[in-house]
């Protein structure tokens, strides 16, 4: 059954410090593997996009990584800002399906 | 460059009535996506066009469906409306299909269906 888990739930962090979010799936066949930035009330917003073949990209402060063999992927977060505060998506795409994970819910304090 | 654009931001119905939502992708995009959020749980995946063609469907009864029309705009209908339709209806945007995999869907706001 095609899959994407999502740990943890939610997070709690102080502001400044750097968290890492986790993403399992077991889809196939694979074709990418996207975050996503859901801040309340609002659309996702794309973070990244990773293929088979690369195992980590970045944008600003957020480095996703991908471990096709495993079949896991991370969000790391650096110097966290309150305006990261939001629900963080993964979403695996294989063959003509999306697959979404339920999120993490990360509030980031002052 | 104007983002996704969805109508109405906020719906009310009864059970048993029918709703229409509509989308406006972004200028060049002509993938639109459907997708249902209901509180607490994921994003659930409904329809996909492209070139004024469905593409896909996702796990959902025949009362959802929609169309997109010559110029990419799209709408979804819900008919017989149940209590559990009650969600946020995401609409998202891509450039055409052929251009290769990897393309990010940018989203609207969403209309948020309330069911009574």
């Known amino acids: 059954k095609n899959q994407v888990e999502q740990s943890p739930q939610s997070l709690i962090i102080l502001e400044g410090k750097n968290c890492t979010l986790q993403?399992?799936?077991?889809?196939?066949?694979?074709?990418?593997l996207r975050w996503y930035k859901q801040d309340t009330g609002r659309g996702p917003v794309s973070l990244t996009i990773m293929t088979f073949s690369e195992n980590t990209k970045s944008n600003g402060r957020y480095t996703a990584t991908l471990d096709a063999d495993t079949k896991q992927s991370s969000l790391h977060i650096t110097a966290s800002q309150l305006s990261d505060s939001a629900s963080y998506i993964c979403v695996v795409e294989g063959g003509d399906k999306y697959i979404f994970g339920t999120g993490t819910r990360l509030k980031v304090l002052a | 460059e104007a983002g996704v654009t969805q109508s109405p931001t906020h719906l009310i119905k009864t059970r048993g009535q029918q709703v229409t939502l509509r989308c406006s992708p972004i200028s060049g995009h002509t993938s639109v996506y459907w997708y249902q959020q209901a509180l607490g749980l994921g994003l659930q995946f409904l329809l996909w066009y492209d070139e004024g063609e469905e593409r896909n469907r996702g796990n959902f009864p025949p009362r959802f469906s929609g169309r997109q029309f010559p110029n990419y705009s799209s709408e979804l209908n819900v008919n017989a409306l149940e209590l559990e339709d009650s969600a946020l209806y995401l609409c998202?945007?891509?450039?055409?299909?052929?251009?290769?995999?990897?393309?990010?869907?940018?989203f609207g706001d969403g209309t948020r269906l309330s069911i009574l």
């Open positions: 998202a945007s891509s450039l055409e299909l052929y251009r290769g995999r990897n393309q990010p869907q940018h």
């Open positions: 993403c399992n799936y077991t889809v196939s066949p694979f074709s990418n």
